[in-house]
Every structure is written in C-alpha cells, then in structure tokens.
C-alpha cells in the first residue's frame, strides 16, 4: 500500500474488560494475573489459585465497581485511550495513530501484526505510564520484542519528568482549583508495587517521586500543603507506603475537611481512579467528616495530546 504512512504510533494503555459483567471481568483479569511480570508466584502455585479461588471471588465485585463508571460508549479507559489516540492522530497527519491495550482489546499484539503486514516500516511505542515499572512497562516491551521483527521500533520507557507532560498535569490542576477553589490538603495518589520489587531495583517509586516533586515546584506548594501516597494493594504482602487510604484517615483525624485528590501515574481515567478513589475513597472520607475532590486524568485533553505529539515527534528523531 504506497499511500500508507510509514511511521506509526501505537497508544498503549494496560486494558479493560467489554463489559461490566463477572465472566467478562475474570477473561480480563485472568489474562492481566497470569503474566508473570504483575505477579511473579511460580505458576504451579499461582494458575490454580487465581482460577479456583481468585478471579470466581473478585470477578462478580469487579464487576459490580466497573457498572458504578461504566460510559454509554463503553469502559472509561478504553473511551478515553481510544479518543486521546484520535486527538493524537489529528495532530500527526502524516502517522499512522493507533490505541492499543496490553491486556484485552484491542490487542498490542495484533496491532503490531497488522502494522507490519500493512508494510509500516517504523513503529513509536508509547506505553502511557509516565512512570517506568517492570510490572507496566517492561510487560508492554515484552510483546514488543515478541511482535515487531521487521519492524524499526523506537520505544518511550517513560516521560515522567517530560516538560510538555508536566506542564499539562500541572496546568490541569491549576485550571480545576481556579474554577473550584483549592482544598486544604493536595493528595498525589499512584499505583502502588510490592515493596519487594522496589528493594530490587524497580525505579517506579523514586520516578514518582521526581513527578511529584516537579509538579508542587511548578505550583508553588509548601511541603506542608501536599503528600505523595500509594493506593490499590493487592495481596498480604507489602506495598509502598504511605497508603492513600491510611493517609486519609490521619488527615481526616487531624481535622482537615476539604482534601484534593489527584493521580498523575494515571494518564486517562479508570476504575482505579474514578471507583476506587472518586467514590470508596471519597465516600469513607465523607464518613469520616470531610470532603474528598477528585481531579480527573488528562485524558483526551488538548494538553495532553499536544504532550504526547513532541514526546512521539522527539523519540522518532522527526519534527513533522
């Protein structure tokens, strides 16, 4: 095909279930467990408890949070995946933009297939996790490495620092406080990581830091006016701290009453932000006296986009 560009972008998000129901929730979160860079049990051990005992005991609960945020159009992270991808294909005319789930549909691998049959020479991975893990990132490389023989591939292992991603989290911020008034306290809540993979090297929680730390500089916050904290714990063992629902309630018991919650780890919204923390959070906060505000992901938002386009541009050695 001589028309078809010949540098492509692929949008890769982690993946969602097709619908709000229990058989669609345990396909989804069977495929997303038994990858062994997301848990790293030996799987004699691992595969019979999650199928037994796991997925039949989470998938109906799972379900029932993902109908809580379900969209006429669908799950919110694959919405709001597939139209930042278009806001980036709108400002790369000449690429071939494409979202892409690591886990479900639609799927990285056969998104790379299709790239190299359709004769696409160089493809741009950008996984949309600022911050670099083993368990997110390198699991994205992983059928990167599988897929793309052929293929000029040229992969973004993380942007967490990036100028035009900084500036955009941070004028969305800016601009939802405007509009709303600031809380008293400014809540920075990522997905948390066992701390096990941390002692080993993973650098997600130090890039989390550097996150944070760039965004509160650009606001002009004092140490005392925000906190870093982790969320979603999966499992006995432990994850990094401070948690955010612990760290909640603290606040909550030293009197504050009006709290912002904001989750930069997160580019588009999701069940973890827009269930976990939009509602259960807010919700035991509520219960606790106070008032808890979620400040929505970028999404498909211009500064986003706009953010994405220089990074892809900039990784791919071109300007056009």
Request: aromatic letters at 8%; charged letters at 25%.
């Amino acid at each position: 095909m001589s028309d078809m560009p010949s540098t492509a972008l692929l949008v890769v998000n982690l993946g969602t279930p097709e619908a709000p129901t229990a058989p669609a929730v345990r396909r989804y979160l069977g495929e997303f467990l038994s990858d062994r860079r997301v848990v790293q049990i030996p799987r004699i051990a691992w595969l019979p408890l999650l199928h037994g005992l796991i997925l039949p005991l989470r998938g109906p609960k799972a379900a029932t949070k993902y109908a809580s945020i379900w969209l006429p159009e669908g799950s919110p992270l694959a919405v709001y995946t597939r139209r930042l991808s278009e806001a980036v294909q709108a400002r790369l005319p000449q690429w071939r933009v494409l979202d892409a789930m690591r886990y479900g549909e639609p799927s990285l691998s056969a998104r790379l297939r299709t790239l190299r049959e359709e004769g696409v020479q160089r493809v741009v991975v950008l996984p949309l996790y600022p911050q670099y893990s083993t368990t997110t990132t390198e699991s994205v490389r992983d059928v990167v490495v599988r897929e793309a023989a052929g293929l000029q591939v040229h992969f973004i292992e993380e942007y967490a620092v990036d100028p035009g991603w900084l500036a955009a989290v941070v004028d969305s911020i800016r601009a939802w406080r405007d509009a709303r008034g600031a809380g008293e306290h400014l809540l920075f809540s990522y997905h948390g990581l066992p701390q096990r993979l941390a002692r080993a090297g993973d650098p997600y929680p130090q890039q989390c830091e550097a996150s944070t730390r760039a965004i509160v500089q650009a606001l002009g916050l004092r140490d005392d006016e925000w906190t870093l904290t982790y969320q979603s714990r999966f499992g006995k063992e432990r994850w990094l701290e401070p948690a955010t629902d612990l760290t909640l309630r603290a606040l909550a018991a030293r009197g504050v009453r009006k709290v912002d919650v904001v989750c930069p780890g997160f580019a588009v919204d999701c069940l973890e932000t827009l269930e976990e923390v939009g509602i259960g959070l807010a919700e035991e906060f509520a219960h606790a006296g106070g008032e808890l505000r979620y400040l929505p992901c970028l999404n498909d938002s211009a500064g986003h986009a706009d953010a994405l386009v220089a990074l892809a541009r900039r990784t791919a050695g071109v300007t056009a």
